[in-house]
Structure formats: C-alpha cells, structure tokens
T-cell receptor
Framework: GENVEQHPSTLSVQEGDSAVIKCTYS??????FPWYKQELGKGPQLIID?????GEKKDQRIAVTLNKTAKHFSLHITETQPEDSAVYFC??????????FGTGTSLTVIP | GAVVSQHPSWVICKSGTSVKIECRSL??????MFWYRQFPKQSLMLMAT?????????EQGVEKDKFLINHASLTLSTLTVTSAHPEDSSFYIC??????????FGSGTQLSVL
C-alpha cells in the first residue's frame, strides 16, 4: 500500500518568513495530493491540493509543488502569520476515495 | 466548501458506559464516510470506512464489536464506543466524501473515559 512520509515534524519560523513542509510517497499510482490544516481541538481543513498532471499550484500565500519522478511534494507558506500556526498534514490518493496521511508537521509562527 | 458536522465535540463518560458520536454532512450526500482516531501529536489513524446501507469496513486491529458504526442515511454516520474504558480516550474524527477527491472533515470529538 501507499506510504507517506512527512518532514519536519515540528517547525518554528519568525513571522513574515517562509515555511516549507515536505512529503514523499511510495505508490506511483497516487495522483491526488491534498494538504490539510488542523487547529487545536478541530478537524483538518483542506487548504490546497494538487493533481499529478500539474507541477505547481498557488493560492495567495500558499503553494504546493509536485515532483512525480522523485515522488515528493511540498507545501510552501510565504509571509507567515501567527494564525498560520497549526498542524499540517499531507496526503496521497490514487483513487480519490482512499487517502493516506503523513504524520503531520506542527508549525509555530513566532510573532 | 461542504460542511461536516460532528457531535458532541467533547464527552466525558464513566468506564463501562457507551458513547455515541454523530457525523452529519449538512449540505451534501455522502455515500462514504470515514472514522479516524488521533492520539496527541500524531497523525490520523483510519479506523473504518462506512458506506451508506452496508456494513462498515474496519481496518486491521480495530475491534468492530467495540466500535460500532452505522451509516443509516446519506447524511448521517454514527460511531458508538461500547463499554468504553480509559484506553479508549482519544480524539475521534469523521470525514465525508462528496465524491472523488472531495473529502471533508468534521470538527472532532474528544472522548475522555474516567
């Protein structure tokens, strides 16, 4: 089955700096890669996703890149703000119905 | 985006009692719902996949008699933790599929068993 690894597990950045979270996957059939943000005591919320026919996608301060050959994808947050502090999960799916999650990254943005 | 409502958000119960958690898709029909368990600072652990009108599919190691799942309608799935014990204390999250690549999560339920 699919194995998704995520790094780093914790990340602290100064407000205004950029944050990068990286994930790798093992199943070459995976073709959909969403990213979720989970705030304390809440469920994960989809923030951005990318499909395997696209190399990069951007939505305001958030961007995701995908390297199919290397089987890795990354989340980039620019101009970080304190409200970006949360746990971020990457996921991979080949069917669009079954999702495999990374282990999460706890991001802290220091004011 | 679509809204998935999960209740209760927090429940405390005595050991030996049963607790029911509801997961509702408010503005869409969800043929498939998923239940996860999450320990502090860890990832989501898929417990079971629930399809409307059929028996849930449990992941390996998850006791189906302990965690009863009922997906009675296209908008409601319930997870009942039967005869709860302190080791069942955890954060439980549901998600609902609106279709391919459209997965939305509930807000989670923190269960504390005394």
């Amino acid at each position: 089955g699919e194995n998704v690894e995520q790094h780093p597990s914790t990340l602290s950045v100064q407000e205004g700096d950029s944050a990068v979270i990286k994930c790798t996957y093992s199943d070459s059939a995976s073709n959909y890669f969403p990213w979720y943000k989970q705030e304390l005591g809440k469920g994960p919320q989809l923030i951005i996703d990318i499909r395997s026919n696209v190399g990069e996608k951007k939505d305001q301060r958030i961007a995701v890149t995908l390297n199919k050959t290397a089987k890795h994808f990354s989340l980039h947050i620019t101009e970080t703000q304190p409200e970006d502090s949360a746990v971020y999960f990457c996921a991979a799916s080949s069917t669009g119905n079954q999702f495999y999650f990374g282990t999460g990254t706890s991001l802290t943005v220091i004011p | 985006g679509a809204v998935v409502s999960q209740h209760p958000s927090w429940v405390i119960c005595k050991s030996g009692t049963s607790v029911k958690i509801e997961c509702r898709s408010l503005d869409f029909q969800a043929t498939t719902m998923f239940w996860y368990r999450q320990f502090p600072k860890q990832s989501l652990m898929l417990m079971a996949t629930s399809n409307e009108g059929s028996k849930a599919t449990y992941e390996q190691g998850v006791e189906k008699d302990k965690f009863l799942i009922n997906h009675a309608s296209l908008t409601l799935s319930t997870l009942t933790v039967t005869s709860a014990h302190p080791e069942d204390s955890s954060f439980y999250i549901c998600s609902a599929s609106q279709g391919v690549e459209k997965l939305f999560f509930g807000s989670g339920t923190q269960l504390s068993v005394l």
